[in-house]
């Protein structure tokens, strides 16, 4: 299948800073990306959804200012923690899917963050 | 994840067969998705079935689907050590978005 690269694969950051992560699709183009928080075990809990060239759609409860994503290209997405606290630390993965009716999502290999 | 449920734990003797069932809410789902997390890594799409399907086979795999009862489940035929994961349903909903169970984690005895 597809590729989807996620970059870092973990972070340490100290509390107040900001942190970004990046989805790269490496083989595809990625019309549409999605971001998820995954707290220990539990489920995958949708934050947002970007579209290429405009702006995300949060779900309920995720506050966008906080949490800051940027779909400029077909190929890459990013995902910025601003001000990070460390309730915010989790594990957070992307997934990236071609534009299509319910072609497939692939998913990166998630990012764990921690903030101390 | 509200919308899907799962049993949380399942144990399985090496070798046997595992079944993991899922109920979902959402009727108008066009498909339903297996996935297969293993520890600290993303998550991996092991198979899919088109809501029409009853039935879908793919070497040990096998997905049911009774859509009457929104059930689905997952039997992974001659359990491996390797099959020691979390396993997640989803259901698509709306414009692609995945509504995602809270995951099975199968344990693999030997």
């Known amino acids: 299948g597809a590729v989807v690269s996620q970059h870092p694969s973990w972070v340490i950051c100290k509390s107040g800073t900001s942190v970004k992560i990046e989805c790269r699709s490496l083989d595809f183009q990625a019309t549409t990306m999605f971001w998820y928080r995954q707290f220990p075990k539990q489920s995958l809990m949708l934050m947002a959804t970007?579209?290429?060239?405009?702006?995300?759609?949060?779900e309920q409860g995720v506050e966008k200012d906080k949490f800051l994503i940027n779909h400029a290209s077909l190929t890459l997405s990013t995902l910025t923690v601003t001000s990070a606290h460390p309730e915010d630390s989790s594990f957070y993965i992307c997934s990236a899917r071609t534009s299509g009716t319910d072609t497939e999502a692939f998913f990166g290999q998630g990012t764990r963050l921690t903030v101390v | 994840g509200e919308d899907v449920e799962q049993s949380l734990f399942l144990s399985v003797r090496e070798g046997d067969s595992s079944v993991i069932n899922c109920t979902y809410t959402?009727?108008?789902?066009?498909?339903l998705y297996w996935y297969k997390q293993e520890p600290g890594a993303g998550l991996q799409l092991l198979t899919y079935?088109?809501?029409?399907?009853d039935m879908k086979q793919d070497q040990r795999l096998t997905v049911l689907l009774n859509k009457k009862d929104k059930h689905l489940s997952l039997r992974i035929a001659d359990t491996q050590t390797g099959d020691s994961a979390i396993y997640f349903c989803?259901?698509?909903?709306?414009?692609?978005?995945?509504?995602f169970g809270a995951g099975t984690t199968v344990t693999v005895r030997a």
């Open positions: 959402d009727s108008s789902s066009t498909y």
């Open positions: 079935i088109f809501s029409n399907m």
């Open positions: 989803a259901e698509s909903i709306g414009d692609y978005k995945l509504s």
């Open positions: 970007s579209n290429e060239g405009s702006k995300a759609t949060y």
